[in-house]
């Protein structure tokens, strides 16, 4: 090729390089100012995330509460507290001011850790999911209106596609306990001594406190408010024990009534860690709220 047609010949690629430049610029420009407005909006929505993955180091198993420091990560903006793997006395005897349907007690042990929720889930994190189309309107609190409050009048079906919607899932009442009480079996979330300092209960809170008010009431994981503030709806059917998932849990079953755990703000001792409670699952109540769960590996399939 001649100088003479060299020039314009190298003009035009010239062109047809930076026309490209231009083009990928334009096709780029959607998302990076998709991600912008996401970045600005006050209530983004969650991002799926896969971690904790095949990754994570392996956590211990082990024997007392004392062997434990609580571990917080944040998944999608809520803060989730690590238990591991260990055994426990589930239920309560007598002598112990129990219930019938807490008895026998009996030992229950996980092999696996898990995540659960450091904190009831407020009116705020609620409305994200409702904003977001993932959750549906809940009916109307007469005792919980702040943003900070823990959500409630929720029903189980509400609370179940409200966790989903975080990627996690509702407690098992055998996940519940053990992360309220641990392999030392504790009888409240702090110890083994009521302290009315300890807990949101009835005798001075007429409403459910912001969550996470009392951080000497957490328990051995660092979960707060399992005793008192609002009650917390689980997976688990209301049967007598000894638990066994293959009775007690099935997602398929929309009627039967579900497990309530952890009393509430117009409860007293009933915020022990074994005391059981169970509604229909269509029932809204200004009493019971919402915490979730994670598998430690999560399927990232
Ligand atoms: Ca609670
Ligand atoms: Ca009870």
Known sequence: MSNKFMVPFLCVALLLIALGLMAVGLLAAPSSGAVARAAQDETPTPEPELEPDAESPPVPTIESNDEWEPVIEVFNEAEMVLVPPGCFDMGADEGENSDLDEKPVHQQC????????????????????????????ATESLFSV???????????????????????????????????????????????????????????????????????????????????NLWEWTTS??????????????????????????????????VRGANRDAVSPTRVDEEVGIRCVSDYILDTE
């Open 237 to 270: 059917i209301y049967k007598f024990y000894p638990y066994d998932p293959a009775e007690f849990e099935d997602p398929e079953n929309t009627t039967s009534a579900r497990v309530w755990r952890g009393g509430s703000f117009r409860y007293d001792d009933d």
């Open 110 to 137: 996980f092999e696996e850790p898990f995540w659960i929720d450091r904190n009831e889930v407020t009116r705020a994190m609620y409305a994200t999911c409702v904003e977001d189309g993932g959750c549906t309107e």
């Open 146 to 228: 702040r943003d900070e409050q823990p959500m409630n009048m929720v029903t189980w079906f509400q609370a179940t596609e409200y966790c989903e919607w975080r990627g996690t899932r509702l407690p098992t009442e055998l996940e519940w306990e053990y992360a309220a009480r641990g392999p030392s079996n504790l009888r409240y979330p702090w110890g083994d001594t009521f302290d009315i300092d300890l807990v949101v209960v009835s005798g001075w809170a007429t409403e459910p406190a912001d969550v996470g008010s009392i951080p000497e009431g957490a328990s051995w994981v660092g979960a707060l408010d399992m005793g008192g």
